[in-house]
């Protein structure tokens, strides 16, 4: 998904997509904090409380709360686009 999307953006802008940013790279601003904060509430037993718990956290997910997770995404990229690719603060 990610490549889909960096080539449509790539290839409609002169812009080069930065390396590797966590800004645009919605697993790391927004899945995998929510996960861990749903899956270490309390802390796992064993590993496989771990796994059932990862499995209990991604299908708990609100699709609402990912839509607008997703939709940021636009409002991150054009903050990137006027920071000409470097660094730039977003705010939520």
């Known amino acids: 998904m990610i490549l ?7 290839s409609r802008s002169p812009h080069n997509w930065p ?14 904090g ?3 904060d749903l899956v270490y509430r309390e802390r796992p037993t064993t ?4 796994k ?10 609100d699709s609402a709360e990912i839509r607008r997770a997703t939709d940021d995404f636009q409002r991150r990229v ?10 730039f603060e977003h705010r939520d």
């Open 4 to 10: 889909a999307i960096r080539n449509v953006f790539c």
């Open 19 to 32: 390396p590797r940013s966590p800004d645009l790279t919605i697993l790391d601003y927004y899945l995998w």
């Open 34 to 36: 929510t996960i861990k």
């Open 47 to 50: 590993a496989e409380d771990m």
């Open 52 to 61: 059932n718990r990862i499995r209990q956290a991604i299908q708990s997910l």
């Open 78 to 87: 054009t903050a990137c686009i006027n920071a000409r690719g470097e660094h």
